[in-house]
């Protein structure tokens, strides 16, 4: 799979779950302390990709499950990787049902949920199937 598909995807979910999520979350615990954390988040998360940026810099052209598989036990390697599997597999699977419930209030109200996502399911695994295009610029 390509960079530019990966990249697609976390800038969705990300999308989706600061639309359909964030603002409940911020209003429910605006008086907990959400806007010392959004404060806060801004410079700890930058702090964080720069430290992440730094070390995978040291590996070039190797990705996690290569970096893991020189340098990490076997059991451990599996472990993670599982582990990171069904954290991305959660993800979408609230990206989905973030999606419905959108498409639900805002699209179509009469439609049932479970339809809705079975269309979003069957587009989702049409796109993923369908060949990739080569572009000299996204390489």
Known sequence: MSKRFIYVMLILNMLTNIVAYVPMVLIENRSN??????????????FIIFLFTKYMSKFPYMGLPEILDKFAPKWFRLFFLVIQGVLWYVAGLVTLVAFTN??????????????????????????????????????
């Open 33 to 46: 302390g959400s806007v010392l954390a959004m404060v806060l988040s801004l410079p700890i998360g930058i």
């Open 102 to 139: 959108i498409s639900k209030q805002y699209i179509n109200p009469d439609m049932d949920e479970l339809l809705i996502m079975l269309a979003f399911l069957i587009v989702i695994v049409f796109g993923a199937t369908l060949p990739s295009k080569k572009s000299f610029i996204c390489n």
